[in-house]
Nanobody, 126 residues
Framework: QLQLVESGGGLVQPGGSLRLSCVGS????????VGWFRQAPGKEREGVSC????????NYADSVKGRFTISRDDAKNTVYLQMNSLKPDDTAVYYC???????????????????WGQGTQVTVSS
C-alpha cells in the first residue's frame, strides 16, 4: 500500500520561498500522477499543481503559475513543489496525493487521487 509523507512546510515571510517534498513508500510512484493540493481554514481543498508519470505533463492553478514549480525524482520516489514569491493567500495545509496510471491533460482532478499524505502547514506572514 502506498503511503505518502509531506515535509518542508513552515513559517515564511511574504516574498520568501519554501520547497515541499512528498516521499512515497510501500509502492513506487513511477506509475502514478502526483498532485499537490492545499486547504485553507474554511475553504475547500483545491488543486495547486500536478505532474504526470515521468513528468510528462504538469499543470498549475492560475493563482500559482509562474511562482510554483512541481518536479519529480522517481529514483528517490519523491515529488517536490518549489514555491517562490509566497503570498499570505498561499497560507494553507498542503497535501500531496497520488493516482496510479492516471493520465492528466488539464487541471488536477482531485477526485481521482486516492492516496493522500497527512499534510504540511505553510504559513506566509510578516
Amino acid at each position: 500500500q502506498l503511503q505518502l509523507v509531506e515535509s518542508g512546510g513552515g513559517l515564511v515571510q511574504p516574498g520568501g520561498s519554501l520547497r515541499l517534498s512528498c516521499v512515497g513508500s510501500g509502492l513506487t510512484l513511477d506509475y502514478s500522477a502526483v498532485g499537490w493540493f492545499r486547504q485553507a481554514p474554511g475553504k475547500e481543498r483545491e488543486g495547486v499543481s500536478c505532474i504526470g508519470m515521468s513528468g510528462s505533463f504538469t499543470n498549475y492553478a492560475d493563482s500559482v503559475k509562474g511562482r510554483f514549480t512541481i518536479s519529480r525524482d522517481d529514483a528517490k520516489n519523491t515529488v517536490y513543489l518549489q514555491m517562490n514569491s509566497l503570498k499570505p493567500d498561499d497560507t494553507a495545509v498542503y497535501y500531496c496525493a497520488a493516482a496510479p496510471y492516471l493520465v492528466i491533460t488539464g487541471p488536477c482532478p482531485k477526485d481521482y487521487f486516492g492516496s493522500w499524505g497527512q499534510g504540511t502547514q505553510v504559513t506566509v506572514s510578516s
